[in-house]
């Protein structure tokens, strides 16, 4: 069980607000023990666009496996930001000194960086507010123009819908890729990562698509990686022939079905060895019947 907390301000938004919240939802849905609780120091909270929020002053008891999300507000300098109490912000404080993640969108940074959660950290922010952001907390590493920055479990990230993007990333790191990029799915968005670094999944990379007959084949080869994946038996299981499907997926992905497959097993081998494993056991774990295809496809890849 994860518990997700939600601390609330005056003049949250509500998109900040409602993209994390709906794809940690998502992920419940799917079977993911995620519990969503929304907190604030007045039980009414007006938002940016007008509609109150109900909240409750009490925080629950955290573990460290648990997340605290501080969504952003209006407000047209950072200066201009609504008084958060001391005791708000010794939570936040304290719940990332026990192991907690604690994460910002938007305006929330200044939250962030109130409890001093920001000093001698990346971070990142709404473009309008970046350069403010490094004013008032000189300590912190604003990174410019990125959606999402991860930094010893203080995540940041730059506003509005890129909240989402900073909540399918921890939903990756804790449930896999494949679940995130279910869940991008389920919301009709793109699974994206962060613009400032390399993506790091074959599974995000080649999900920003919405061709839903690719996804499918996709959910079958991400689960199911390490195993032989005739593409008759992939393009049978959702209808269409081998030659349609090849064509669909390389339109979707720029990949065939099995260039796919191979990326998985390579970028899972390649994990495995960096943790000591030898390339021959690398290999057999991944599913190739000796080392010798995996030596080929690192040395296409180097």
Excluded at 38 to 44: G, I, K
Excluded at 131 to 159: C, K, N, Q, W
Excluded at 232 to 252: H, K, P
């Amino acid at each position: 069980m994860s518990h997700v907390v939600f601390f609330l301000v005056p003049g949250v938004h509500l998109l900040d607000l409602a993209g994390p919240a709906q794809v940690f939802s998502t992920a419940a849905d799917f079977g993911h023990s995620y519990t969503l609780t929304y907190v604030a120091e007045r039980p009414q909270v007006p938002t940016a666009q007008g509609l109150t929020l109900m909240a409750g002053p009490d925080w629950p008891e955290l573990a460290p496996v648990d997340l605290i999300v501080v969504p952003g507000w209006r407000a047209v300098t950072l200066a201009d930001s609504p008084a958060i109490a001391d005791a708000s912000l010794k939570v936040l404080r304290d719940h990332h000194t026990r192991g907690g993640t604690v994460a910002s969108v938007c305006a929330g940074a200044e939250a962030l960086g109130r409890a001093g959660l920001l000093k001698g950290r990346r971070c990142t922010t709404h473009h309008g507010v970046q350069d403010e952001l490094a004013l008032r907390h000189p300590g912190a590493v604003v990174v410019r123009d990125v959606l999402f920055t991860a930094d010893d479990r203080v995540i940041t990230s730059a506003g509005i819908a890129s909240g989402i993007d900073l909540a399918l990333h921890l939903v990756a790191s804790r449930q896999g890729p494949a679940i995130a990029a279910r869940v991008a799915r389920d919301m009709v968005v793109y699974a994206r990562r962060n613009g400032h670094e390399p993506q790091s999944s074959a599974m995000f990379r080649h999900r920003s698509h919405l061709d839903d007959t690719v996804h499918r084949v996709q959910d079958l080869i991400d689960t199911r990686f390490d195993q032989p994946l005739p593409l008759l038996s992939l393009a049978s299981a959702v209808g269409v022939s081998e030659r349609t499907l090849t064509r669909l997926f390389n339109r979707a992905t720029g990949l065939t079905p099995l260039r796919y497959q191979q990326t998985l097993r390579l970028e899972r081998a390649e994990h495995l060895i960096s943790h000591g494993a030898t390339v021959e056991a690398a290999a057999r774990s991944v599913g190739f019947e000796d080392a010798r295809m995996l030596r080929r496809l690192r040395a296409r890849a180097a």
